[in-house]
């Protein structure tokens, strides 16, 4: 979730308000969006293996693919279940080398041991046809509580000449947290990640760019469970409703575009064995940092390619492989205008590969590659000793998942994850070496994340 | 993956058939049979004993009557269709759910391979 991320937010705060759109994303960093949601479990009467690999979110199985489609309304058609939920991670984040300054106020430059989120979940169906997920989140970090990720459905489906047609709408508050696949940023590896280490500074704005700070309807449908296709707009939030919400005035990212719209495509096919998705999606957006229409906008066309492939067998032996490739192309009149970019034409291209093996539905282990690419400006990326905003490097992840499986102990009420995540930079805001002419290597920034995580 | 399916455990399961005699489906594998139900099954049903998921559990499933779990929450048609789960009754459901009980609430598209419903009609006898 963006305001867990203090790796981004910290090495965003300085230009907060220079660039709100390409900022925010900074807030996203690498600690993704935690999930996991044991009152779905509840509902339907499945084992969390039953939605996500490894029998932890958010990486979703077929099942939980449809289960999402589906508008979180699905049931083993017994009532009385609640829909409320929780779950904590924390865990050790060790740096190569110590921040130069403390993440925040209540954390040190190294060695920070953490309470990294914990969230409450409204998470279930109001009735046969709409159901909802709400997350609200405290982080201990900086010891605030602000809402998190929403997702409100109404969905129906029809059976015609033997085939599914699924047509659902969505209201959520983050461009593609509505997604079904772990591909697109909001739900992609790493799926947990510390709050208090330090990530690169740039990504598109599709990347947490805007996550929690819109109202997005999107409409959507999933044809003979084979062929979905989204259209959607989104709205900001005012800079009074983020307060309320409790993500602060000052992070307000400016005035979205009445224009701004968001779509997407994708094939998929659940083989029992395997399954597999190939999909694409635009992102296009006009920002108004000013709010008040007293400025030029920034422009922003993000597109996309993704595709994942699953071997499930006999769900002894998994493994995954998800990819997904962002080009965006930026307009930044108002940055410009503003002497916050030299130039009002740029480019930023993200690359997001990862493989997982799963035995037993216990023990993950998983290596994700990512890469940023894009133009320079010096005052764009004004961190970067050359103006770049390049970054790359890997995230290799083992886990262990003792229960959610059929039989565990205290099932499903009770979940469990502990896991050891090292990312390691070959490449940091620009540079391998000096990256920011104070003399840091992007290796410095290597981070060890040592974590639990649980929910119930 | 349910202890139950593994390896080591087929000859016991072999052995139960046998010895529980004419229940067991003549010419399907165990074994694979546990497979195929791992696969594409175990989603959304169990063979534990009186353990529903979405779908009831499939313990004893040979020769009860259709909708006869009284914990569990049928369909209408499927509590309407009179069906016992004869071996074919179940091979024609498993391999085409919506012909066999028209409005029903399993989300299956069917098992179209002979030999892996017999197989798995094979591992659901030994369910008892």
């Known amino acids: 979730m963006s305001h867990t991320s203090h790796s981004r937010g910290r090495g965003a705060g300085v230009r907060l308000r220079l660039l709100a ?20 479990a509840r509902q339907t009467g499945q084992d969390c293996v039953a939605c996500h690999v490894g029998g932890f979110g958010p990486q979703l199985t077929p099942y939980g693919v449809k289960f999402k489609l589906g508008g979180f309304t699905d049931s083993d058609g017994k009532d009385n279940k609640i829909p409320l939920s929780a779950m904590a991670v924390g865990g050790l984040t060790h740096t190569a080398k110590a921040q130069e300054e403390a ?54 489906t029809l059976e015609l000449d033997g085939t599914d047609l699924t047509f659902g709408l969505s209201l959520h508050n983050t461009p593609g947290m509505q997604d079904p696949f772990n591909t697109l940023p909001v739900w992609r590896f790493p799926y947990v990640g510390s709050s208090v280490a330090p990530g690169p500074a740039a990504a598109p704005i599709f990347d947490g760019g805007l996550e929690q700070h819109v109202t997005g309807l999107s409409a959507y449908t999933f044809a003979d469970e084979h062929f979905y296709a989204e259209l959607g707009s ?52 006009a920002l108004d940092p000013s709010g008040d229409g007293s400025s030029n906008s920034d ?42 970019a030299d130039s009002a034409n740029g480019r930023l291209n993200e690359l997001n590969l990862n493989a997982s093996y799963t035995y037993d539905q216990t023990w993950g282990l998983t290596l994700g590659r990512f890469m940023i690419q894009g133009s320079r400006d010096a005052a764009l990326y004004a961190d970067s000793a050359n103006g770049s905003p390049d970054s790359a490097g890997w995230v290799l992840q ?10 565990s102990w205290g099932s499903p009420w009770a979940n469990l994850r502990v896991g050891l995540q090292y990312t390691a930079y070959d490449r940091f805001d620009g540079a391998r070496h000096n990256y920011d002419g104070a003399g840091h290597d992007a290796s410095d920034n290597n981070t060890i994340y040592a974590f639990i995580w649980t929910s119930f | ?37 791992a ?56 391999g085409a759910p919506r012909k066999t009980v028209p409005g029903g609430k399993m989300k299956y598209d069917g098992l179209s391979d002979a030999a892996q419903l017999t197989d798995l009609l094979a591992f659901l006898a030994a369910q008892h």
């Open chain 1, 21 to 40: 759109a390409l900022t925010l994303p900074l807030l996203a960093a690498f600690a993704r969006d935690a999930l996991a949601v044991p009152s779905f």
């Open chain 1, 103 to 156: 993440p925040t106020d209540r954390t040190g430059t190294n060695n920070n041991l953490v309470l990294d989120q914990a969230s409450i979940f409204l998470a279930g169906r109001a009735s046969e046809y709409i159901g909802a997920f709400m997350q609200g989140t405290y982080t201990g970090a900086d010891n605030k509580f602000a809402m998190d990720n929403a997702d409100a459905r109404a969905v129906r």
């Open chain 1, 234 to 285: 989104y709205r900001s939030l005012s800079p009074a409703a983020l307060d309320s919400l409790g993500l602060g005035r000052d992070s307000y990212p400016g005035k979205l575009g009445s224009s701004t719209s968001y779509w997407r495509v994708a094939f998929f096919d659940d083989l029992k064995k395997s399954a597999f998705s190939l999909g694409a999606f635009g992102f296009n957006a």
């Open chain 1, 299 to 340: 422009h922003y066309r993000d597109l996309g390619l993704d595709a994942h492939y699953q071997f499930l067998g006999t769900r002894e032996h998994i493994g995954t492989l998800n990819a997904s490739y962002i080009r965006e192309h930026q307009g930044l009149d108002a940055s410009a205008a503003a002497g916050n």
């Open chain 1, 398 to 407: 083992t886990d262990w998942t003792p229960w959610g499986k059929e039989g």
């Open chain 2, 1 to 37: 993956m349910n202890r139950l399916f593994r390896r080591g455990r087929a000859p016991l399961i072999a052995a139960t058939l046998l010895l529980g005699g004419g229940l067991a489906h003549a010419t399907g594998d165990v074994q694979r049979g546990a497979d195929v139900f």
């Open chain 2, 39 to 94: 696969t594409e099954c175990a989603e959304c049903h169990s063979v534990k004993a009186g353990h529903d998921k979405k779908g009831p559990s499939l313990f004893a499933v040979l020769g009860r009557k259709a909708a006869s779990n009284p914990d569990f929450a049928y369909s209408d048609a499927m509590r309407q269709s009179g069906l016992t789960w004869t071996e074919d009754r179940l091979t024609a459901y498993i």
